[in-house]
């Protein structure tokens, strides 16, 4: 299957840590890529590859992977991390899939 | 600078056709993997087309047979021509770069567009 499923929603306390999931055969293949969207606005890629991110985004932002299953995990919420989050896996027929996206609420 | 710029979305009747198209700047299409993603209105992500470095093209299932991409060299954009529309295709459509690195299992968006609406509707 070339699906990837995400929780659709979850909840952090402010400062807490939250992990974000991703789960999918493609991802014993190619590692996930991770995108940020708020309302309104294009994704912003956070995290690629075994766990690397682009200049300027935060290093509480962390990725990591086991098997099928990728995770995107928040160090120290903050309010402006309330956002959707995607990953996206290239597939084994090089199709490119992804999530269906987690909204999370920084309470 | 470098930036991906969509136009051409608007209002089309189903069973109609359109042209999306995606003006870079600051670096060169045809050396780059190039997709399109699509996100209907209140929905997630949905991958709909790529065009490797090479040329060679992928389609989602969805819009299979309808969709076609490709790119201009001279004019360094990306184009998706859409036929027989459909309500369901309605959507933000952005452009996307891409960049694989297969030895380090890696694949990502690294450049977005801010997207260009596409509304079908009779």
């Known amino acids: 299957s070339s699906e990837l499923t995400q929780d659709p929603a979850v909840s952090v306390a402010l400062g807490q840590t939250v992990r974000i999931t991703c789960q999918g055969d493609s991802l014993r293949f190619y590692y996930a890529s991770w995108y940020q969207q708020k309302p309104g606005q294009a994704p912003v890629l956070i995290i690629y590859?075994?766990?690397n991110r682009p200049s300027g985004i935060p290093d509480r932002f962390s990725g990591s992977s086991s098997g099928d299953t990728a995770s995107l995990t928040i160090t120290g919420a903050q309010a402006e991390d309330e956002a959707d989050y995607y990953c996206?896996?290239?597939?084994?027929?090089?199709?490119?899939?992804f999530g269906g996206g987690t909204k999370l609420t920084v309470l | 600078e470098v930036q991906l710029v969509e136009s051409g979305g608007g209002l089309i009747q189903p069973g109609g056709s359109l042209r999306l198209s995606c003006a870079a700047s600051?670096?060169?299409?045809?050396?780059?993997?190039m997709s399109w993603v699509r996100q209907a209105p209140g929905k997630g992500l949905e991958w709909v087309s790529l065009?490797?470095?090479?040329?060679?093209?992928y389609f989602a299932d969805s819009v299979k047979g309808r969709f076609t991409i490709s790119r201009d060299i001279s004019k360094n954009i990306l184009y998706l021509q859409l036929s027989s529309l459909r309500v369901e295709d309605t959507a933000v459509y952005f452009c996307?770069?891409?960049?694989?690195?297969?030895?380090?299992?890696?694949?990502?968006?690294?450049?977005w567009g801010r997207g260009t609406l596409l509304t079908v509707s009779s």
């Open positions: 996206n896996c290239r597939a084994s027929n090089n199709y490119r899939v």
């Open positions: 065009i490797d470095g090479d040329g060679s093209t």
């Open positions: 590859g075994k766990n």
């Open positions: 600051g670096f060169i299409v045809t050396t780059n993997s």
């Open positions: 996307a770069r891409e960049r694989v690195n297969a030895a380090a299992m890696e694949c990502y968006v690294d450049l």
